[in-house]
């Protein structure tokens, strides 16, 4: 088991910055890869970005590559986010996923998720 933890968010004007991070316990060391989801209010969970653990290589939605940056720090057990040029339509609860095995852009592709963080950006 893992436990997947969120932290930062919050309210940003559109054109912002904003970073997320998450934490994670447990097996980590049993862990394939790490990433971000978002929600919308009345939409599908959708990928926002991930990265495997082992090597770092990141992977983008087309949406976000190029404005944001997905890290992650081994010794620390976290995950980042960094969030530049932010819209609107990027409003969304957050969520941070694991898998011991996959990596993909599918929610299917993670059985650990943290419970979520809100990301909310003013027009």
């Known amino acids: 088991q893992v436990q997947l933890v969120e932290s930062g968010g919050g309210l940003v004007q559109a054109g912002g910055s904003l970073s997320v991070s998450c934490a994670a316990s447990?097996?980590?060391?049993?862990?394939?890869?790490m990433g971000w989801f978002r929600q919308a209010p009345g939409k599908e969970r959708e990928f926002v970005a991930a990265?495997?653990?082992?090597?770092?290589?990141?992977y983008y939605a087309n949406s976000v590559k190029g404005r944001f940056t997905v890290s992650r720090d081994k010794a620390k057990n976290m995950v980042y986010l960094q969030m530049n040029s932010l819209k609107f339509e990027d409003t969304a609860v957050y969520y941070c996923?694991?898998?011991?095995?996959?990596?993909?852009?599918?929610?299917?592709?993670?059985?650990?998720w943290g419970q979520g963080t809100q990301v909310t950006v003013s027009s």
């Open positions: 990265i495997s653990w082992s090597g770092g290589t990141p």
């Open positions: 996923v694991a898998d011991f095995a996959r990596i993909g852009s599918s929610p299917g592709d993670y059985d650990y």
């Open positions: 447990g097996r980590t060391f049993s862990i394939n890869a």
